[in-house]
């Protein structure tokens, strides 16, 4: 079983950047696509971004297009989320999610993906 685990989280101040990592072990990650996924209270968890398994690929929500981006390394597997221009409503808990690459899935569900980190928590203070 891939086994995942964010970092990075924190209590930041509006404008201000955090840089989450989801750091995976036990199965091999490098044949894995990855995304983030967010949740805040009250709220369904949301896709925030997404890479291919090689990184050539990658994608963003509307609300975080032009302040994260999303990036991986698959020598440290490791995949990165570096959130800038952070808003009050960036807070969420944020988890990252790995799925087979060639699995055919609808990416924007999380019923889609298979492994799935914690969670770290993100708050934006205004």
């Known amino acids: 079983q891939l086994q995942l685990v964010e970092s990075g989280g924190g209590l930041v101040q509006a404008g201000d950047s955090l840089r989450l990592s989801c750091a995976a072990s036990?199965?091999?990650?490098?044949?894995?696509?990855m995304c983030w996924f967010r949740q805040a209270p009250g709220k369904e968890r949301e896709l925030v971004a997404f890479?291919?398994?090689?990184?050539?690929?990658?994608d963003y929500a509307d609300s975080v297009k032009g302040r994260f981006t999303i990036s991986r390394d698959n020598a440290k597997n490791t995949v990165y989320l570096q959130m800038n221009s952070l808003k009050p409503e960036d807070t969420a808990d944020y988890y990252c999610?790995?799925?087979?690459?060639?699995?055919?899935?609808?990416?924007?569900?999380?019923?889609?993906?298979?492994?799935w980190g914690p969670g770290t928590q993100v708050t934006a203070f205004s």
């Open positions: 999610a790995a799925i087979l690459m060639g699995t055919q899935a609808t990416m924007t569900s999380p019923a889609s993906w298979t492994s």
């Open positions: 036990g199965l091999t990650f490098s044949n894995r696509h």
């Open positions: 890479i291919s398994w090689s990184g050539s690929s990658s």
